[in-house]
């Protein structure tokens, strides 16, 4: 049995549009809170932060909503520090994906150094000078470790500059050769950063979970994840809607969270960018995500 958090990151301001900003209330009608008390966990339903939506940020096109998103992520630093204890974990609904950065700052705000395993088809490396997309959401990564060209008030949310170190940081489920950017492959081979692929995840889940996790140092760590990193047409849950036939199912993607919700070491998750609009297509596909979300009784 675990005592778990649950905080929502109501937050699309760092999103490519409108509709993240749904997801946490969605989860729970989804049953989530219900699912995880009858696998045997504690848990203590905290609600959502306020509420910021994406809008055409014409003053910073290249990295739209930025000082409304980190103000929210300082927000969530805030809350959520205090719920990252011995014994408790910590399982936030957001949001756009740069909800990780804020989970992070909680832990460092927590006294405890920030590690993650980063479950997500991209690997966010981008940066207002490497793209022209604008939006926060595909830029996370690269603000955590405080790249060359990412925006100093992001980088700066933790009050220390980066927030991770390359060491810190373990991709899971990147579509390297079509989901990614030059520049972030740059970025990966300059750093070391260790990237366990798609083609793993979805070829064995459990092992490509262990690998992704056993490449940071021993103690604890949080989770992220992007729903689409998911195969589109076995759950439509993402924003985007690009990944179609490739991809682990959510059934892959359950045993690749269970192994990582079951290392004692792990301190919580986020989950970022799922939009309830597109789930209505597939009415099962929340349900069965959820199914995926909750640890085992035994985690």
């Known amino acids: 049995m675990a005592n778990i958090h ?3 990151y109501p937050s699309s301001a760092g999103a490519y549009c409108v509709g993240v900003e749904h997801a946490p209330a969605a989860l729970r009608d989804a049953g989530l809170v219900v699912a995880l008390e009858a696998a045997g966990h504690q848990v203590d339903d905290l609600g959502d932060l306020p509420v910021h939506l994406w809008k055409p ?3 910073r ?3 739209q909503n930025l000082d409304e998103e980190v103000g929210a992520l300082r927000a969530l630093a805030d809350a959520a520090a205090p719920l990252v204890t011995t014994g408790h974990r910590v399982l936030v609904l ?3 994906c740069t909800v990780a950065l804020g989970l992070c700052a909680a832990v460092q705000d927590a006294g405890i150094e920030p590690h993650l395993v980063y479950v997500d088809r991209h ?3 981008n940066t207002p000078d490497s793209t022209t997309e604008g939006s926060l959401s ?3 990564m690269a603000h955590a470790l405080g790249l060359p060209g990412a925006a100093e008030p992001l980088v700066a949310l933790a ?8 060491a810190h940081l373990s991709f899971l489920g990147v579509d390297l050769a079509d989901e990614t950017t030059p520049w972030e492959r740059d970025q990966v081979e300059r750093l070391g950063i260790s990237v366990t692929t798609q083609a793993e995840m ?3 889940p459990t092992t490509a979970a262990l690998k992704a996790r056993g490449v940071l140092p021993e103690g604890p760590f949080v989770v992220h994840v992007d729903v689409d990193v998911l195969d589109f047409l076995d759950a439509p849950l993402a924003e985007n809607v690009n990944g179609r036939n490739s991809g682990p199912t959510l059934v892959q993607l359950g045993a690749a969270l269970t192994t990582l919700w079951l290392d004692p070491d792990c301190l919580g998750m986020s989950v970022g960018q799922l939009v309830p609009a597109h789930a209505a297509s597939d009415p099962t596909s929340l349900a069965r995500f959820v199914e995926a979300l909750v640890p085992p009784s035994d985690g």
């Not at 009050?159 to 390359?166: E, F, I, N, V």
């Open 202 to 204: 979805v070829a064995d």
């Open 94 to 96: 957001g949001g756009s």
């Open 57 to 59: 940020d014409q003053r």
């Open 123 to 125: 690997l966010d490396l």
């Open 6 to 8: 649950i905080l929502g």
């Open 61 to 63: 096109p290249l990295a």
């Open 159 to 166: 009050g220390r500059q980066p927030l991770l170190q390359a």
């Open 138 to 140: 595909w830029m996370g």
